[in-house]
């Protein structure tokens, strides 16, 4: 599927950003804006590790050094959430796919299924500096084990090299939308859905 109109019944949304410029808050209120579900690899992760499930303990070293875990693991806990989350009114995803190799995957997987791929692709653009300041605040705040000053910077390397070409992948099939991060909330929620009543119009 290609850019294009958004359907109301199964709206399908992707975050992409470095750790920190705000995926998850602007994902939590898109779920109850638009009533479709958040999927969180992350958070799915963390919770695995913090139930000691099979794929907990295998993924729980990557996780601690900020590396990423992978790529059947994260396909075992999304696949059958992704399919259900189309099925109950679409879905806004949060750090996966996350290398180029997952989006390629995850769009072979959903090419014979009938409304399943991304329909618009949020980049939130905030700078590295606004980043740090904002990652040591929520490692006081939630004591993310890999919210510490080397986690941070490996995160961010691993941006570099294998997030950052998923932008490149989804423009190319005109799914970017690019917003600036660096603003409130609000101001970065109004601008986000703003671009999708303008896809959807
Ligand atoms: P996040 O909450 O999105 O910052 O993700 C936290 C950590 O979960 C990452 O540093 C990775 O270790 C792991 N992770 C999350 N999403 C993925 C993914 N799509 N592929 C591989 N590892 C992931």
């Not at 479709?36 to 996780?63: M, P, W």
């Not at 090419?111 to 329909?119: D, I, P």
Request: aromatic share 6%; charged share 25%; glycine share 10%.
């Amino acid at each position: 599927m290609v850019g294009g109109a958004i359907s109301v019944q199964a709206m399908r949304l992707l975050l992409i950003a470095y750790p920190g410029a705000g995926k998850g808050t602007q994902a939590e209120k898109l779920a109850s804006h638009y009533g479709i579900v958040h999927l969180s690899s992350g958070a799915l992760l963390r919770n695995e590790v913090l139930r000691g499930t099979e794929i907990g303990q295998l993924a729980v070293d990557y996780l601690e050094r900020g590396d990423l875990v992978p790529d059947a693991l994260v396909f075992e806990i999304l696949s059958t959430r992704i399919l259900d989350a189309v099925r109950h009114g679409g879905y806004v995803l949060d750090g996966f796919p996350r290398t180029l190799h997952q989006a390629e995957e995850a769009y072979s997987l959903a090419q014979g299924l009938e409304g399943v791929t991304l329909q618009a692709v949020i980049y939130l653009r905030v700078s590295k500096g606004e980043l740090y300041k904002r990652l040591v605040e929520r490692a006081d705040l939630e004591g993310r084990s890999d919210d510490t000053e080397a986690g941070i910077a490996h995160r961010f390397e691993v941006f570099d090299t294998q997030t950052a070409a998923l932008l490149g992948f989804y423009a190319k099939r005109g799914l970017v939308i690019d917003i600036d991060g660096e603003q409130s909330v609000e101001k970065v929620f109004a601008d986000i859905t703003s671009a999708i009543e303008n896809l959807r119009s």
